[in-house]
């Protein structure tokens, strides 16, 4: 019998005599309530049932030790911890309407005349003409070259630099495998987990060090708004990699010309390749460079990984893209690109067919058309956030430039304040801890919603912080 089901009985001696219906009876009786002391009557003696100790199982383990690097990360990961404390709300609470403005996950749908483009590609290959199996691993040519063209053709970027994939999060994985354990690593503070997630799980770090929140072995460049969300690079030593995100995730901000011809000067001078992530840059308003490759000198030491998630809503479709120019080399002269090449050929079978298609619909006249029309949408959301909370008193960064906003709540605790909101005014956010130490005291609200949604977020966070 399972642990959960042993019960002690002290019964009456002769409710085991032959007739023993009257146990049978007894223990099934809708009075009996397992797991509690109860107490029942049988013809008007009295049987108790007390819980017995719980039963300890065996647990089978096999000899294969645990990977020593993925037991140094920190609880969960940021956003399924976020999901899993959400989830616990609405059932604390089941008649609230939640509004989440927490994940960065687009809400408005697709326009159709990108869906359009990816139905006519499935409905395809259904036809013996249309069928079309494995694609190249570094994606479609046709694709491939609507990319140099739309967003590098300036740059000197070649369709060949361009490898397709299901995202640049997947790609920052695949850079780290090329990269391997033996490199040191800069990122931004604060900035998206995934940079710091993936350095500890390829082993490139040392321990977590609860005092000050960091990771051994790692260099935290401080973002905040005393030094215009740009590090002080005179006080940053040299690493072999430097992960920089502009617009950057989550604080908004953008880097302008000049801090970026600092950075690729910086990344010359000290031998270091940069891995730009610009998932955001149709959202850049200002004069900013929206991709690295603007910056003279870029393609001898950069990386730069893209995605039409927050572009055209392709956060579930998956499409992506990074770009690894010719002349970026290792110490010994071996391009890069060859690398990871390799990898992409050894982990990756190239992204969907459908999804392809759907990129190629987005690079159309049309397709650009319709992409710029939905982020004029979440813009329009991130300008209503901005306002509700500048008009609340509160200071106020980003949104301008990226569809997040930054607020800052000092001296308080970023999960305190995410627990306030969510208790309070039944809107999920981000703690801005959770992105890294320079975090603490910030939250980030994200502006992809429903318009109704993001109104409401805006009366509720009124009344909370009138």
């Known amino acids: 019998m399972a642990a959960s089901n042993l019960y002690s009985l ?5 409710l085991f005599h032959a007739n023993n219906n009257t146990h049978s009876k007894a223990f099934h009786s809708p009075l009996f309530m397992p797991g509690k002391s109860s107490s029942l009557f049988k013809r008007n003696r009295l049987i108790r049932c007390i819980a017995a100790e719980p039963v300890e ?35 604390k609470y089941p008649d609230a309407k939640v509004i989440s403005l927490g994940i960065g996950d687009t809400t408005e749908p697709i326009p159709e005349v990108i869906t359009s483009a990816m139905a006519k590609r499935a409905e395809a290959l259904s036809t ?55 490199v040191t690593i800069a990122v931004q503070d604060p900035s998206y987990p995934a940079y710091v997630d993936s350095s500890v799980i390829m082993g490139q770090t040392g321990t977590y060090q609860n005092d000050v929140k960091k990771y051994g072995k790692i260099e935290y460049m401080k973002c905040i708004p005393e030094n215009d969300f740009f590090p002080d690079l005179s006080s940053v030593p040299r690493t072999d990699i430097i992960f920089f995100c502009s617009p950057n995730n989550p604080t908004g901000s953008a880097a302008t010309r000049k ?31 929206k991709s690295i490759y603007e910056i003279p000198g870029a393609r001898e030491v950069a990386i730069e990984t893209a995605s039409f998630s927050k572009y055209a809503g392709f956060t579930g479709v998956r499409l992506g893209w990074t770009v690894v120019p010719d002349e970026l080399r ?11 090449n390799r990898i992409m050929c050894t982990c990756f079978n190239g992204a969907s067919n459908i999804a392809q298609a759907g990129g190629l619909a987005c690079l159309s006249p049309e397709g650009l058309k319709a992409m710029h029309g939905v982020v004029e949408f979440y813009k329009e959301n991130t300008r209503i956030i901005m306002e509700t909370f500048t008009s609340l008193g509160f200071d ?43 975090g603490e005291s910030f939250i980030r609200v994200s502006a992809f919603g429903h318009r109704e949604n993001i109104l409401e977020a805006s009366k509720r966070l009124r009344a909370l912080f009138k």
């Open 10 to 14: 002290s019964l009456p001696s002769h």
């Open 259 to 289: 801090q970026m011809e600092q950075l690729v000067a910086f990344a010359k001078d000290n031998g270091s390749i940069i891995v730009y992530d610009s998932a955001y840059a149709i959202y850049m308003s200002d004069d900013n460079p």
């Open 396 to 438: 106020v960064f980003g949104g301008k430039n990226a569809p997040y906003v930054w607020v800052r709540f000092p001296g308080q605790n970023s999960w305190d304040i995410f627990a306030e909101i969510l208790e309070k005014a039944h809107i999920v956010t981000t703690p801005g801890s959770g992105f890294g130490p320079a």
């Open 57 to 91: 199982k065996t647990v089978y383990t096999t000899k294969v030790p645990r990977n020593a690097n993925i037991a140094k990360l920190q609880a969960g990961y940021l956003f399924p911890e976020i999901a899993r404390r959400r989830s616990a709300h609405m059932q």
């Open 128 to 182: 013996e003409e249309g069928y079309s199996g494995y694609g190249a691993e570094q994606g479609e040519k046709a694709l491939r070259v609507a990319l140099a063209e739309t967003f590098y053709g300036d740059f000197g970027i070649k369709h060949s630099e361009i490898f397709v994939s299901d995202g640049a999060k997947c790609d920052i994985s695949r850079l780290q495998l090329v990269f391997g354990s033996d």
């Open 330 to 340: 290792y110490s010994d002269g071996f391009p890069i690109a060859n690398d990871f």
